[in-house]
């Protein structure tokens, strides 16, 4: 059952200017549907804002010490905080702290099992859509509480690089449970993509390795002996979970925050002296640089969350317009590239910017295991007739990135 237009727009900012804007349309049966838009838009536009209908903070993420509002991802760290733990520098003092935004005054913890908030406001929104049923309340260090035995489970199963939640799948549930208009809620997560059986099946092999049909088992009986509910008993069978976990598999948007990168790009902004800026610039660089050292890539709280709106937009390996997190939460902004003009489909990346500049195989290897589809954007089209080869260097960066998730599994391991 799709989602009617109106509910396509309901988790917008602004519902009334991004209907006004863009359309969801059928384009054919290879690629479902597609936005487009329906007024021209420049460079550096931006073509609407949405919240997630839910989301969640990556486990080991928070587990590591990335704190974050349990319900927008709003890190909580000041900046200074955050980067003397990324450093390890304890006694590391920021210049111009007052351009950090984090207001720990404001932080608000749950009253009955303590998870953290970065307002009141978050606090009751998390608490009318999905905590009341997942607070653990007085059981929330008990290790036998079935929630608990689920994240644990999870965890055990999907190392960094992280790239979805099982706690995505536990908010859907708890938001139809709570939810007055259940119906609509239903209605809500129905609009995402369907898949075939194989194809499902492949996606949670990605998700779960090789062992992943019996995986997937265990946290199938988890999941329900903690969430089970009988208006949704077609998400416990042993196919519509695992339809469930496809879906957040393949419409789960990656969201990133960081109260240091807020503050870098605010004293990037600052007008200074010419000495002011050499230095301030100095400092950043080198702090980078300690970072790199002691932390290495993991800098950002991290999580992802289902987006109605933007899960709309289809791949291209030349995007015409890209998400962000620019308000350091779970508020995705859409923003033009390039140009658009009216009736052209709005086109985002699923690569990043160093995969999007691999050969075409090598890009449609990541697509396929990933994505379960074939490319055919213009850039895919014009280099039709390359080599079905990847490059020595691609290989190399391929295993570093093999052996780099073994060394990180047997580290997790040992937490």
């Known amino acids: 059952m799709a989602a009617p237009v109106d509910d396509m727009f309901s988790r917008c900012v602004d519902p009334a200017k991004a209907s006004n804007s863009v359309e969801a349309r059928f384009i054919d049966k290879v690629k479902g549907k597609g936005l487009f838009a329906k007024r021209p838009f420049k460079k550096g536009d931006t073509i609407f804002i949405e919240q997630p209908l839910v989301s969640s903070q990556f486990l080991w993420n928070a587990l590591y010490k990335y704190r974050a509002c349990e319900h927008c991802l709003r890190a909580l760290e000041t900046a200074e905080e955050n980067a003397r733990r990324l450093s390890g520098l304890p006694a590391l003092s920021l210049p111009h702290p007052e351009l950090c935004k984090v207001r720990p005054d404001r932080h608000q913890a749950c009253p009955h099992c303590q998870v953290m908030y970065c307002s009141a406001e978050c606090r009751q929104a998390a608490w009318e859509q999905y905590h009341r049923l997942l607070c653990l309340g007085s059981s929330h260090q008990d290790p036998d ?217 090598s890009r449609h290897k990541i697509l396929r295991e990933n994505y379960l589809f074939v490319c055919s954007c213009q850039k895919c089209m014009s280099q039709v007739q390359e080599a079905d080869m990847t490059s020595e260097e691609e290989e190399e960066e391929e295993e570093e990135g093999e052996a780099e998730g073994d060394d990180m599994e047997d580290e997790m391991t040992d937490v």
């Open 145 to 361: 509480h079935p929630l608990n035995k689920l994240q644990d489970a999870w965890r055990s199963m999907h190392y960094p690089p992280e790239t979805s939640s099982i706690m995505i799948m536990a908010k859907m549930v708890a938001s139809i449970k709570q939810a007055q208009d259940k119906e609509r809620w239903q209605r809500l997560f129905s609009h995402f993509c369907s898949r075939s059986a194989n194809e499902e099946e492949e996606i949670v092999h990605k998700l779960l390795g090789e062992k992943f049909q019996g995986q997937l088992s265990l946290l199938r009986n988890l999941f329900s002996t903690a969430l089970y509910e009988d208006r949704l008993s077609q998400w416990f069978t042993p196919e519509g979970f695992r339809s469930l976990f496809a879906l957040v598999g393949t419409n789960g948007q990656g969201i990133g925050t960081s109260s240091l990168s807020q503050w870098v790009h605010a004293c990037d902004a600052l007008e200074l002296p010419g000495q002011q800026r050499e230095q301030l610039d100095a400092f950043i660089d080198q702090l980078y640089k300690d970072i790199d050292k002691e932390t290495g890539d993991f800098l950002n709280c991290e999580g992802s969350g289902l987006f109605l709106l933007q899960s709309s937009c289809n791949h291209s390996c030349v995007p015409n317009a890209e998400a962000s997190f620019p308000d350091n939460n779970f508020l995705l902004h859409l923003n033009a590239l390039s140009d658009i003009g009216p009736g052209e489909e709005i086109c985002i990346s699923y690569l990043d910017v160093c995969q999007r500049e691999r050969s075409r195989h």
